[in-house]
């Protein structure tokens, strides 16, 4: 599933930004570096053909719907690594460019979720050890298989965690990983199904073509590192501008103590017809977004704590945002009034520089 | 896939249009997307209640759909293919989040139904933006801008490859899939057996081809080294959209200029 | 102008899956000559092309294109002497405009960017596409990308042309302005083609390839007037010289072809 822009937080959002933006440079200068030139064209067309096995889909058995091809983890198996990981980028962005799926600034979570997993973490980590150097057809199916679903439920799981950092989205994180984790565990099987049809295909019919990864191989471990440090630099940085910007706002973590009595308080006058402000009060203190903040932080510390830190940081700087706003809200039938002009007015302007470009 | 054959002639219309002659056209592709990016980052950063000040903002793809001479109801019917999965999420909103925050009369508003509503302008204002993008700019000038800003040559390469053979394997794939479709009578041959061979013939054909395409590229004299040929160049024209737009963009984001607007209004009216 | 002289001496190809694509070839192609290579399929055209520019290694054997021996360090400038279009246009043009796909090649070379300018817009106009130059590949129709495919090569300005079924999926009157443009060049011409009318107007000597093995070689009209060498390697006559179904020319016709440039013309 494709995270979109409409429900990122600029922080979010520039942090996998910047995590995916460094990946792909040092995955280029890894596959300059590699001297394979060939691989270059090599990558772009198995890139597009991701969009043509797309349009073949077939039947699961016992539910009626159909399946077709994700292909991050097929791509990794053709590719390695560093390859696999420029081509479902590319894969992603014309998607994002032209499919709306997602925009572009959720480009660099969709990248993030959908390149890095089955790249670095699901095909070196999983795929390659069960595969060993002997594949047999049972190996490619369950090596397929597992590697399918963990960087799936992984990917989801990114889903789930900058949806849910982001607070745009109401869902509270336990529901939203209840809903996503089963839906992508399906998918995951079915992508598993897949890739481990087509890899047998393929491993009857030119065997070489599966071999020719084999040797980049041998340092994968080596550079997954390199790839962990590439992402905790970028997001370090990232990190930093953000800090910076909610150092301007110290008063981010005062006001979330307020949030949490203020919430007795307006409990107290529930039912009665409340005065905006306070209602606004109480609605920021059952901010979902809040109360799942805390199941989420110890993953992100997990990740590099001082990041995930400022993250938190700015998203109680957002919070506070969130009060002003409410206040504002108080005029919001006049906002409302006003927004449908400017909307019309927008349309107007549209409409009538077309005119005169058309009389012209 | 009948949604992906559709898509991909959407794509081609989409990349028709960019071969379109207008003042923004002409303008270097760095400009715009610069612009776009601005835009993005401004409509995102306003926090999940926004409403009202988000609508001003569509006076930018208004202004350069009319300029650029883009079908306003194309864009429109590729917006409302909205990215399903937002609106998925984005119900949830009303679901969860059902204190009422504006009451207009008798009727409350719940926060999430404010909150599903300012999702989905955003979704219209940021997808937009980038179907906008790619109209006037064309990919391939998307993909030589971001060369230009920093992205890396072997990443900008292969993506002008995959975009060059997209046409070209998804005919490939469209054809496959039809023969098979008109040989299963009904769905009996449409399992994965047929399917697992189907693709793999694809990616065996699409690997020779990919084999032929750099057996061309030998021939003619590649030596791994891509030589691009520019011609546009960021002046004065460049600099005046970017720095207007983004003026424009910042101001909005720090003016709520709808409510100015409304409060003006019913002031007058009071 | 040595240059243009190709000699091929005892070429064998055997594949890495142990397929032997061709077993013996040899034959001398001079200066300006136009020349056929016919065969069924699988007779090892294509893989006989392929050496011509060193996309493939012979097994046995040897090449040489104006009396330069075929080798690793000779490649380079070996492939600027052989222009090669390819079978399948898509393949050939990869690049985002018909522009930089012809301008690839002397790029490539390191010609400066205002030659590069005026010889792209030389040959795009010598092929009648000029006004395609700023167009993507893939909204061309398949004359159009042919006369392109043949300009990126052009560009580059080989002495000697190597074409892959040429007319191959083109409409009659693409064909038709194919042909009329392969007919002017100057180069050394060698083609492969099942499109047997197509040689017997372009070329004047047809080589014929049989299992991977010169089955024939000698002028066009010599060749195509031998049924019994046509029948064994799987070929026929070209249409032009056929007895005509019509007007009842029988096959006793056959001995004394028609001229390669008479035309029929049935009406009702």
């Not at chain 1, 690594?81 to 572009?104: C, K, R």
């Not at chain 2, 071969?19 to 995102?44: E, G, M, P, Q, Y």
């Not at chain 3, 005026?118 to 990308?145: F, I, M």
């Not at chain 3, 060749?223 to 007007?247: H, T």
């Amino acid at each position: 599933m494709h995270m979109a822009d409409a429900l990122l937080s600029p922080a979010v959002g520039c942090t996998m930004w910047a995590a995916s933006a460094g990946t792909i440079a040092y995955c280029s200068r890894k596959v300059r570096l590699e001297m394979d030139e060939k691989k270059v064209p090599l990558m772009g067309v198995l890139g597009a053909f991701i969009f043509a096995a797309q349009m073949i889909n077939f039947t699961i058995p016992a539910t009626g719907s159909s399946g077709h091809l994700g292909g991050g983890l097929l791509l990794a198996i053709l590719l390695g690594p560093y390859a696999a990981f420029l081509s479902i980028a590319s894969v992603l962005l014309i998607q994002a460019l032209f499919f709306a799926d997602g925009g572009l600034l959720a480009l660099g979570c969709n990248i993030f979720n959908l390149g890095i997993f089955p790249a670095f973490i699901a095909y070196p980590l999983i795929y390659r050890p069960i595969i060993g150097n002997r594949p047999t057809q049972g190996k490619i199916v369950a090596a397929s298989m597992i590697a399918a679903v963990t960087s799936l439920q992984l990917g989801a799981f990114g889903v789930v965690l900058e949806t849910v950092a982001s607070g745009i989205s109401s869902l509270p994180f336990a529901t939203f990983v209840t809903l996503m984790q089963p839906i992508h565990l399906g998918i995951g099987i079915v992508e598993g199904l897949v890739t481990a049809a087509v890899v047998s295909f393929v491993y009857k019919a030119r065997p070489e073509i599966l071999q020719c990864v084999t040797p980049a191989q041998a340092a994968a471990g080596y550079s997954i590192r390199n790839v962990a440090i590439v992402f905790l630099v970028a997001s370090l940085l990232t990190g930093g501008v953000i800090s910076r910007f909610a150092s301007e706002h110290p008063d981010g973590l005062e006001w979330s103590i307020q949030k949490v009595t203020g919430k007795e308080e307006v409990e107290g006058v529930k039912g009665q017809l409340h005065v905006l402000m306070a209602s606004l009060q109480e609605k920021a203190a059952f901010l979902p977004d809040y109360s799942f903040k805390e199941p989420e932080t110890p993953k992100e510390v997990t990740l590099h704590p001082a990041s995930a830190a400022r993250i938190e940081a700015a998203d109680q700087t957002s919070g506070k945002q969130e009060k002003d706003e409410g206040n504002r809200l108080g005029t919001t039938v006049s906002g409302i009034l006003g927004g449908l002009m400017t909307l019309v007015l927008a349309g107007v302007t549209g409409f009538i520089l077309k005119k005169r470009i058309g009389a012209a | 896939m009948a949604s992906i054959n559709k898509a991909v002639l959407d794509l081609k219309r989409l990349d028709l249009l960019a071969n379109n002659d207008s003042v923004i056209h002409r303008l270097d592709a760095r400009a715009k997307v610069l612009v776009t990016c601005v835009f993005i980052l401004c409509i995102v950063s306003y926090d999940r209640y926004e409403l009202s000040a988000l609508f001003p903002f569509f006076i930018f793809p208004a202004v350069l759909i009319a300029l650029a001479g883009l079908p306003p109801l194309f864009i429109a019917k590729k917006i409302a293919l909205l990215c399903p999965f937002v609106l998925v999420v984005g119900i949830f909103n009303p679901v969860f989040d059902r204190e009422v925050l504006v009451n207009l009369g008798p009727l409350g508003i719940s926060g999430g139904w404010i909150s599903f509503a300012s999702i989905m302008v955003r979704s219209i204002l940021t997808v937009g933006a980038a179907f906008i993008l790619v109209g006037v700019t064309g990919f391939t000038a998307v993909c030589q801008a971001l060369e230009r800003l920093g992205m890396p040559q072997v990443f900008a390469v292969q993506l002008l490859f995959l975009y060059r053979y997209i046409f070209v394997l998804s005919e490939e794939g469209g054809r496959a899939s039809r023969a098979r479709e008109l040989r299963s009578c009904g769905r009996k041959g449409l399992g994965i057996r047929s399917f697992s061979s189907m693709i793999g013939h694809l990616l065996l054909r699409t690997w020779q081809r990919a084999e032929r395409i750099h057996m061309a590229m030998l021939a003619r004299g590649f030596t791994g080294q891509f030589h691009a040929y520019r011609q546009s160049s960021f002046g004065k024209a460049e600099l005046l959209f970017v720095l207007g737009w983004s003026a424009l963009f910042v101001f909005l984001r720090i003016n709520n200029v709808s409510r100015h607007l409304g409060t003006l209004i019913t002031g007058l009216f009071t | 102008m040595s240059h243009h002289i190709v000699e091929v001496k005892n070429l064998r190809h055997v594949y890495s899956d142990g397929t032997v694509a061709l077993k013996d070839v040899s034959f001398i192609i001079t200066h300006g000559e136009s020349v056929g290579i016919i065969g069924a399929n699988g007779a090892g055209k294509s893989t006989l092309l392929q050496h011509l520019n060193g996309s493939l290694e012979p097994t046995g054997g040897s090449i040489h294109i104006g009396h330069t021996p075929l080798s690793k360090g000779t490649l380079p400038d070996i492939r600027r002497t052989v222009g090669m279009v390819f079978q399948d246009p898509d393949d050939q043009l990869f690049m985002p405009t018909v522009f930089d796909d012809v301008a690839f090649g002397p790029l490539n070379l390191g010609y400066a960017t205002a030659d590069v300018e005026q010889r792209v817009t030389e040959v795009l106009e010598l092929v009648g596409a000029g006004h395609l130059r700023d167009k993507p590949p893939y909204h061309l129709s398949g004359g159009e990308k042919k006369r392109v495919a043949i300009a990126t090569v052009l560009s580059m300005s080989p002495d000697i042309l190597v074409m892959d079924e040429p007319t191959n999926g083109l409409d009659p009157f693409a064909r038709r302005q194919l042909m009329a443009l392969m007919r002017d060049f100057e180069h050394t011409r060698i083609f492969t083609s099942h499109d047997l009318d197509m040689v017997m107007e372009l070329c004047d000597r047809v080589i014929v390839l049989h299992e991977g093995e010169v089955r024939a070689d000698g002028p066009a009209m010599e060749i195509f007037g031998n049924d019994k060498l046509l029948a064994e390697c799987r070929l026929e006559k070209p249409l032009s010289m056929q007895g005509c179904p019509v007007c009842g020319g029988g096959p006793a016709r056959v001995s004394r072809p028609h001229p390669p440039h008479h035309h029929h013309h049935h009406h009702g």
